[in-house]
């Protein structure tokens, strides 16, 4: 099969986001917050772990810390305690403090609303930034690549074989997405993976781009 072009690729990731829009529209996220620093709290917890079961520990966790200063003066155990239903608790308890230490300290009380700056962050990875960015800021700075994203990326070969981290997928996504739209596609993916593009038994028949994709029935 002959390598598509970049032009070629560009048309049709225009097509699927189309599509995408007129499925899901600009998506939603699915963490519960209301500020800056709660979403990015929520994210950093959401590491290996479902966003439902983030859903459930955090009203009261912000309830007990609503503020960067609040969670600052913590205890690392303190905190663990409130989330120890989740996955690694203890290290995000520490990463938490350290994060909201971080944010009175060095950014006045106030999660930044720059990508690279979010990135000092402790437990905040390129992932986690371009999240808040897009969801917090609706400043898109770049596409949060999750597992849903990494997937379907390579499924409907937008991403090739060399495309072997998050970091290369997000590269070759900008490049075929105009900066509008990387505002979208985490959130929307989100949703098409968990309806139609899962990772086992994807429902390829079924599919809403599945007339797009080069993979289409290779997965069931």
């Known amino acids: 099969m002959a390598r598509e072009s970049l032009a070629s690729k560009k048309e049709r990731a225009a097509a699927i986001e189309e599509r995408m829009f007129a499925h899901y529209g ?5 963490l519960d917050y209301t500020t800056p620093f709660e979403l990015t709290v929520a994210v950093v917890l959401s590491a290996q772990c479902t966003d439902a079961a983030v859903n459930k520990t955090t009203p009261a966790l912000f309830a007990a810390y609503p503020t960067p200063a609040a969670l600052a003066a913590a205890s690392p155990d303190e905190v663990a305690e409130i989330i ?3 996955g690694f608790f203890r290290s995000k308890a520490r990463n938490l403090v350290a994060l909201a230490q971080m944010v009175v300290a060095d950014f006045g009380g106030e999660i930044p609303a720059d990508v690279d700056a979010l990135q000092k962050l ?20 770049g ?41 979208f596609i985490n959130h929307q993916w989100v949703h098409f993976g968990r309806e139609f593009c899962r990772a086992r038994n994807p429902r390829c028949a079924d599919c809403i781009v599945g007339d797009l994709c080069p993979t289409r029935g290779l997965w069931a």
């Not at 402790?122 to 700075?141: L, Y």
């Not at 990326?153 to 509008?180: C, F, M, N």
């Open 26 to 30: 600009p998506g939603e996220a699915s």
């Open 84 to 86: 120890r239903s989740l």
């Open 122 to 141: 402790p437990g905040v990875g390129r992932k986690t930034a371009n999240c808040v960015m897009c969801e917090a800021f609706k400043d898109p700075q």
């Open 143 to 183: 596409i949060a690549v999750d597992t849903h994203v990494f997937r379907i990326a390579h499924r409907l070969k937008l991403a090739g074989p060399s495309a072997d981290t998050p970091q290369k997928v997000e590269d070759i996504l900008l490049k075929v997405y105009p900066r509008p739209q990387w505002l």
